[in-house]
C-alpha cells in the first residue's frame, strides 16, 4: 500500500508561495479570528501562524474569550473587511454554539474569504465557476494530482457532507474538466448499507469526522483511501495523554487499500498550503493583477 505523504507535497506549494512573495510589492495578510480556547483549534492556527512566518505573509491573530458576544464579531470582521493590509480573513471553525456561525460567515467580504465557506462562494461553486474554494477539498485534488492518481472517469464515494469539507469535495470532484469529471456518491453516517456502496469506489474520501469510522469492509481492494479526518482519542500511553487518528481503520488498510494518506501527515499539511495559496490568489485579485 502506497502511503501518500502531504508533507512534500506543502512544501513545493510553499516554495512557489515564497518566491511569488519575494518578488511582490507588499507581504499578503491573513487575519485569523479564533473564540475560545478549543485545543485542536489552538494547533490548527498556530500551524497556520508558521506557515505564514515560513513564507513571508503577513499574519494577525485576534484570540476572543469564549463568552464574547455576535456584536462584537460582527464588528471586527467589518474592521478586517475594509483594512487594506488584510486578504484574507478566516474564522476557525467549530465557534462557540452561542454564536451564529452562518451570520458570522456570511458578513466576511466574500473577496477575502479565503477558506471559501461564504455563501457567494458555495454558490460559484455550485453553478460550477468556482472562485475560491474551501482549502481541504482543493488540497486533497491538488495530492492527487501530485501523485498521478486521476479522478477523471473514476468513481468517487465522499463520505461526510459538511460545509468545510464533503459537500464542497463533492461538487469539486463532479467538475466539468479534468480535475473534475468523477462520477461521486456522496454518503454520510445515515446512508443505509454504507459498506456496499463505499465498496463501488475506486477513490474514497473520508471526512466525517468519526474516529476510525470506516473498515477494510468499506474498502475495495485497491482502492485509494483519502482520511481527511483528524481526530484526537485518549491514550494514557502517550506523552500528551491523547494520540491523532483519521476517520480510517488505518492498520485495517495495509495489505488490502492501493493508497492511502496517513492521520497526521496526510491531507492536514495541505490545508494549511492550500489558505496561503488562496490567500495570495485573493491578494492578486484585490490588487487587480493576474493570479500569478
Ligand atoms: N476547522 C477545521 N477545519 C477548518 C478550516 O479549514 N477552516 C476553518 N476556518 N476552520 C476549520
Request: with cysteine; proline share 7%; aromatic share 2%.
Amino acid at each position: 500500500m502506497l502511503l501518500l505523504d502531504g508533507r512534500p507535497v506543502r512544501d513545493a506549494v510553499f516554495d512557489e508561495l515564497a518566491k511569488k512573495v519575494a518578488g511582490a510589492s507588499r507581504a499578503p495578510g491573513l487575519a485569523v479570528i479564533l473564540v475560545g480556547d478549543d485545543p485542536a483549534s489552538r494547533v490548527y492556527v498556530r500551524n497556520k501562524e508558521k506557515g505564514c512566518d515560513k513564507i513571508g505573509f503577513l499574519h494577525r491573530t485576534h484570540r476572543l474569550d469564549a463568552d464574547t458576544d455576535q456584536a462584537t464579531i460582527l464588528a471586527l470582521v467589518d474592521d478586517l473587511n475594509r483594512d487594506p493590509a488584510i486578504d484574507g480573513i478566516l474564522i476557525q471553525m467549530p465557534l462557540p454554539s452561542h454564536l451564529d456561525s452562518d451570520r458570522i460567515l456570511a458578513a466576511v467580504d466574500p473577496a477575502k474569504d479565503v477558506d471559501g465557506f461564504h455563501p457567494v462562494n458555495l454558490g460559484l461553486l455550485v453553478t460550477g465557476k468556482p472562485n475560491t474554494v474551501a482549502c481541504t477539498p482543493k488540497g486533497v485534488l491538488r495530492m492527487l494530482a501530485h501523485y498521478d492518481i486521476p479522478v477523471s472517469g473514476r468513481r468517487v464515494a465522499v463520505v461526510g457532507r459538511s460545509v468545510i469539507v464533503g459537500r464542497p469535495m463533492s461538487l469539486l470532484l463532479n467538475l466539468k474538466g479534468q480535475m473534475g469529471d468523477a462520477t461521486v456518491t456522496m454518503c454520510h453516517s445515515r446512508t443505509p448499507e454504507l459498506p456496499a456502496v463505499t465498496r463501488e469506489a475506486d477513490i474514497l474520501v473520508a471526512a466525517l469526522g468519526v474516529p476510525e469510522f470506516l473498515r477494510r469492509e468499506h474498502v475495495a481492494p485497491g482502492a485509494v483511501v483519502v482520511d481527511v479526518g483528524i481526530n484526537r482519542v485518549d491514550d494514557p500511553s502517550a506523552k500528551k495523554g491523547y494520540r491523532l487518528v483519521g476517520d480510517v481503520a488505518a492498520a485495517e488498510m495495509d495489505g488490502h487499500a492501493g493508497a492511502l494518506t496517513p492521520v497526521p501527515g496526510g491531507v492536514g499539511p495541505m490545508t494549511i498550503a492550500m489558505l496561503l495559496e488562496n490567500t495570495w490568489e485573493a491578494m492578486q485579485r484585490r490588487e487587480g493583477g493576474d493570479r500569478d
